[in-house]
C-alpha cells in the first residue's frame, strides 16, 4: 500500500518555527535514531511550542496509525495503580528516558516512520513516540514480575517502588535498579533509569 500526505494550510499554520527542525532532524555523530530513507510511506513534521516556551519537532502518524491494528495488550488504569500505594509510606518515582528508543524497529517497517522535511527525507530505525501501539510494546511490567503488585508499580516507562518502611525501601530500590533484573529484557538499560523526586508519578 503506498500512502503519502502532503502540507495543507493549516498544517503550515500550526508550525511557524520550521527553523527549529534542522537540528533534531540531521544525523549528529553517535547517534542513529534517524537515516535517510525513500519510502513508499510518508508523513509530515509538525512544530510543536513546549511548556518551557522551545519548539519541538513531532511526527504526525495519524494516518499510519489507522492503518495499523490495535495491540490489545492490557496499559495499567491510573485510578487503580494510585490506590494501590495507599499506606505506603515511602516511595521513589523512577523514570526510562528515551525508552521508546531502546527498542529496535523491525527493519522492514522502518519506511513505514518515514517523514519528510526540507533537508531530506528521514525514517526511525528505533521505535518512536506516537505510533499506535508504542505504549503497548514499551509495557515493560512483564520485566518486574516479582515485585509488580508487591513493592513495585509499572505504568508505561514510569516506575513507582513502594515500601513501608526505609530499610525496606533500600532493599526494594537495590532489586529494582539490579542490572540483572533490568537486562532480562532489552528494553531497559541500568543506566536508563533515574531518580525523580520532584515529579508526580501521575497526572489525575
Known amino acids: 500500500m ?23 532532524v540531521l544525523p549528529s555523530p553517535g547517534l542513529s535514531q534517524l537515516e535517510v530513507s525513500y519510502p513508499q510511506w510518508l508523513t509530515n513534521i509538525v512544530m510543536v511550542k513546549k511548556a518551557n516556551e522551545k519548539w519541538g519537532m513531532c511526527v504526525d502518524f495519524r ?4 492503518a495499523c491494528p490495535k495491540d490489545t495488550y492490557p496499559l495499567p488504569r491510573i485510578d487503580t495503580m494510585v490506590d494501590r500505594t495507599f499506606r505506603y509510606e515511602i516511595m521513589s518515582f523512577l523514570d526510562a528516558f528515551s525508552g521508546y528508543h531502546q527498542i529496535r524497529m523491525a527493519k522492514e517497517d522502518e519506511e513505514k516512520t518515514a ?11 528505533v521505535m518512536p ?29 514510569t516506575h513507582l517502588v513502594k515500601s513501608k518502611t526505609l530499610e525496606g525501601h533500600l532493599g526494594d530500590l537495590r532489586k529494582t535498579l539490579d542490572p540483572s533484573e533490568c ?22
Not at 503506498?2 to 500550526?14: E, H, I, N, R, W
Not at 513516540?129 to 503488585?149: C, E, H, P, S
Open 183 to 204: 537486562l532480562t529484557s532489552n528494553l531497559i538499560l541500568p543506566s536508563a533509569l533515574s531518580v525523580l523526586p520532584q515529579e508526580s508519578f501521575w497526572a489525575i
Open 2 to 24: 503506498q500512502m503519502a500526505l502532503s502540507f495543507t494550510a493549516a498544517q503550515k499554520g500550526k508550525a511557524p518555527k520550521v527553523t527549529g527542525a534542522p537540528a533534531k
Open 129 to 157: 513516540f506516537g505510533l499506535k501501539n508504542a505504549d503497548a510494546t514499551y509495557m515493560i511490567d512483564a520485566v518486574f514480575r516479582d515485585q509488580r503488585g508487591r513493592n513495585l508499580l509499572v505504568h508505561l516507562h
Open 115 to 125: 517523514f519528510i522535511t526540507d533537508f531530506g527525507t528521514y525514517c526511525y530505525n
Open 63 to 66: 494516518t499510519l496509525n489507522q
